[in-house]
């Protein structure tokens, strides 16, 4: 069998995924993903914020952003911190915010290892195919950073003012955001 | 486990000029591809006590009580499966769509059809043990849209799918059999493959009707596959 095509996720994304964004009142007023700590989650609170911008550099209003993340221990089976967030981009600035914990590093089968990420979704009108990328805090080593050409590599690394991270995603244009096929 | 690598032959590439907001959004580099990791091979996981009882069922999740939604009701049920014919069970499902009159209830929607005020466009459902899905709605209106020109889409519904591992992550539009639109629109039309666009067309399925009540459509859906494949952890496309 072939993977199902993708198509966008069009304008109105929110209405599906993040309906109170579209200002519609369901599922009891909780958008899935809005919130991802709890008291019972251990490690670092950090916030990661940005501006997704398109190649003209205009933010991108209209996005829908998750990210997928291990815990502070690198698992990714942890009953307390589920490590899935989704946030739409502010309809004004493009701005988007998670407040979440720092994952520590994966320990992979074979034994590999790779640097504490986040891996970051987006979808938009005008993006046929979800845009996969990942969120690093430092510059590695990581067995995907390494690979990345070193010109492009500092798109993926979010730039840190105490718990505050900052990642900016530009989907086209001399500052373009790496984006995995993976 | 891990996931194998997504065949493009079946996808609309980033950039599609005829669909115009592609554009500025569409990434210029090749997107790299790298040996799937644990994180990109796991996923979220939702559970049944998050689906209400009224959750998938878009005749009446918004509507007055007593009421129900305006226009051609409709059951749509399929199954989801990955390229290994698997059935993927305990998915989550997430859809959206116009009104009968091809009117959002978003804010940012200001076409002139009418909202319904019974009718909130969104449902969500998880697939059962053997990956199948169904969820009641009504028939959605095509709509115009700003693309340069007189484009109107297609009537459709959009779905959200989550897989066993987030790199199976989808968002795709079903269409209905028969539409004069589906080979008109520019956003259907950045899919390069006849066959890919023709799966994602619904087909009218009077077995799964109800007599004097409800006709059924159905859908089905495929995630990428998983399996052992041993990946050489060298970039492509760097
Ligand atoms: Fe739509």
Same mark, same amino acid.
């Given at each position: 069998?072939?993977?199902?095509?993708?198509?966008?996720?069009?304008?109105?994304?929110?209405?599906?995924?993040?309906?109170?964004?579209?200002?519609?009142?369901?599922?009891?007023?909780?958008?899935?993903?809005?919130?991802?700590?709890?008291?019972?989650?251990?490690?670092? +609170?950090?916030?990661?914020?940005?501006?997704?911008?398109?190649?003209?550099?205009?933010?991108?209003?209209?996005?829908?952003?998750?990210?997928?993340?291990?815990?502070?221990?690198? +698992?990714?089976?942890?009953?307390?911190?589920?490590?899935?967030?989704?946030?739409?981009?502010?309809?004004?600035?493009?701005?988007?915010?998670?407040?979440?914990?720092?994952?520590?590093?994966?320990?992979?089968?074979?034994?590999?290892?790779?640097?504490?990420?986040?891996?970051?979704?987006?979808?938009?009108?005008?993006?046929?195919?979800?845009?996969?990328?990942?969120?690093?805090?430092?510059?590695?080593?990581?067995?995907?950073?390494?690979?990345?050409?070193?010109?492009?590599?500092?798109?993926?690394?979010?730039?840190?003012?105490?718990?505050?991270?900052?990642?900016?995603?530009?989907?086209?244009?001399?500052?373009?955001?790496?984006?995995?096929?993976? | 486990?891990?996931?194998?690598?997504?065949?493009?032959?079946?996808?609309?590439?980033? /950039?599609?000029?005829?669909?115009?907001?592609?554009?500025?959004?569409?990434?210029?580099?090749?997107?790299?591809?790298?040996?799937?990791?644990?994180?990109?091979?796991?996923?979220?996981?939702?559970?049944?006590?998050?689906?209400?009882?009224? $959750?998938?069922? /878009?005749?009446?999740?918004?509507?007055?009580?007593?009421?129900?939604?305006?226009?051609?009701?409709?059951?749509?049920?399929?199954?989801?499966?990955?390229?290994?014919?698997?059935?993927?069970?305990?998915?989550?499902?997430?859809?959206?769509?116009?009104? !009968?009159?091809?009117?959002?209830?978003?804010?940012?929607?200001?076409?002139?059809?009418?909202? $319904?005020?019974?009718?909130?466009?969104?449902?969500?459902?998880?697939?059962?043990?053997?990956?199948?899905?169904?969820?009641?709605?009504?028939?959605?209106?095509?709509?115009?849209?700003?693309?340069?020109?007189?484009?109107?889409?297609?009537?459709?519904?959009?779905?959200?799918?989550?897989?066993?591992?987030?790199?199976?992550?989808?968002?795709?539009?079903?269409?209905?059999?028969?539409?004069?639109?589906?080979? /008109?629109?520019?956003?259907?039309?950045?899919?390069?493959?006849?066959?890919?666009? $023709?799966?994602?067309? !619904?087909?009218?399925?009077?077995?799964?009707?109800?007599?004097?009540?409800?006709?059924?459509?159905?859908?089905?859906?495929?995630?990428?596959?998983?399996?052992?494949?041993?990946?050489?952890?060298?970039?492509?496309? !760097?």
């Amino acid at each position: 069998m072939k993977e199902t095509a993708s198509q966008t996720a069009g304008p109105y994304v929110h209405i599906g995924c993040v309906p109170s964004v579209a200002g519609l009142e369901m599922y009891r007023g909780q958008d899935l993903g809005a919130k991802m700590l709890s008291p019972d989650v251990t490690g670092e +609170r950090i916030t990661l914020h940005g501006v997704i911008h398109d190649g003209s550099g205009a933010p991108v209003t209209d996005a829908m952003i998750e990210i997928w993340q291990a815990d502070a221990e690198g +698992r990714f089976d942890n009953p307390a911190f589920l490590g899935w967030g989704r946030q739409a981009t502010d309809a004004q600035t493009g701005a988007f915010r998670f407040d979440t914990i720092l994952p520590g590093p994966v320990t992979q089968d074979d034994g590999t290892r790779h640097a504490p990420h986040i891996l970051m979704w987006i979808v938009a009108r005008g993006i046929n195919l979800g845009l996969m990328t990942r969120v690093y805090f430092d510059d590695g080593p990581d067995p995907v950073l390494d690979q990345v050409p070193a010109a492009r590599r500092q798109t993926l690394i979010a730039q840190r003012d105490g718990p505050k991270l900052r990642f900016d995603v530009h989907l086209q244009g001399a500052q373009e955001t790496v984006f995995f096929d993976v | 486990m891990t996931i194998r690598p997504r065949d493009h032959t079946h996808q609309p590439p980033a /950039l599609t000029p005829a669909y115009r907001s592609s554009q500025l959004r569409a990434p210029s580099h090749k997107p790299l591809r790298y040996a799937p990791s644990r994180t990109e091979a796991t996923g979220p996981t939702f559970g049944h006590d998050l689906i209400g009882p009224t $959750d998938h069922d /878009l005749i009446i999740n918004y509507a007055r009580p007593g009421e129900t939604a305006m226009g051609e009701r409709i059951i749509v049920h399929g199954v989801l499966r990955d390229e290994d014919a698997r059935p993927v069970p305990n998915a989550l499902i997430e859809v959206w769509q116009a009104n !009968a009159g091809g009117r959002y209830r978003h804010k940012k929607d200001g076409y002139l059809a009418p909202l $319904d005020p019974n009718f909130g466009g969104c449902g969500r459902m998880l697939t059962d043990g053997e990956g199948r899905f169904s969820f009641r709605t009504i028939r959605p209106g095509p709509y115009p849209w700003p693309n340069g020109g007189n484009d109107w889409r297609p009537a459709h519904i959009h779905f959200s799918i989550f897989g066993a591992a987030f790199a199976q992550r989808l968002i795709t539009q079903m269409y209905f059999e028969g539409d004069p639109h589906i080979a /008109l629109c520019p956003i259907v039309q950045t899919i390069p493959d006849p066959g890919a666009i $023709d799966r994602l067309t !619904a087909r009218l399925d009077m077995a799964h009707s109800v007599p004097m009540d409800i006709r059924a459509y159905r859908f089905d859906l495929v995630l990428r596959g998983r399996d052992q494949t041993l990946f050489e952890n060298r970039m492509e496309g !760097a």
